[in-house]
């Protein structure tokens, strides 16, 4: 597999990445907030703000941790990494938990801000542009920078 095909996988797997967490942040907000448009507060009774910290979490456990373990297949299968090459389960782990901090980080400031901001709520709308937005720029975020970290070398040009 040559270079520009793993960095086209690279580049389809950010991509997948965001996109499968733009729908699931939609259809849990959906789940927890419902589609009707009506105000929602940042703190009680909706707790919009709180719901930044399961999200965070979720999303940046997904995009490292899924991505991660394709690619070492897609690797493996290919022949560019043997069973005693590239990363094992610990290093995977290790990156994974990276993200998932770095995820919760970002939640946690987001949280933070919504509580602590000029505003009490915001409408349903722009609370679901948001999370949809979030949800796709943290999933190709931690998608990247783990797939880099584990597989640069393989990856023509990748930087963290």
Do not use: H, Q
């Given at each position: 597999m040559a270079s520009t095909a793993l960095d086209r996988l690279l580049r389809k797997e950010q991509a997948v990445s965001a996109a499968i967490n733009a729908a699931l942040s939609a259809a849990f907000f959906a789940l927890v907030f419902g589609f009707a448009e009506r105000p929602l507060a940042m703190g009680a009774p909706d707790n919009f703000a709180i719901d930044f910290l399961p999200q965070g979490l979720m999303v940046s456990l997904m995009a490292a941790l899924v991505p991660s373990l394709l690619v070492r297949s897609r690797l493996r299968k290919d022949g560019r990494v043997c069973l005693s090459q590239g990363p094992g389960g610990g290093v995977i782990?290790?990156?994974?938990?990276?993200?998932?901090?770095?995820?919760?980080?970002?939640?946690?400031?987001?949280?933070?801000?919504?509580?602590?901001?000029?505003l009490d709520g915001v409408s349903a709308r722009a609370a679901l542009a948001f999370k949809i937005v979030y949800g796709a720029g943290l999933g190709l975020l931690c998608t990247r920078?783990?797939?880099?970290?584990l597989y640069g070398r393989f990856f023509e040009g990748a930087q963290a």
């Open positions: 782990l290790r990156e994974v938990l990276v993200a998932v901090l770095a995820g919760c980080a970002s939640a946690a400031l987001l949280m933070t801000f919504a509580l602590v901001g000029p920078r783990t797939l880099v970290a």
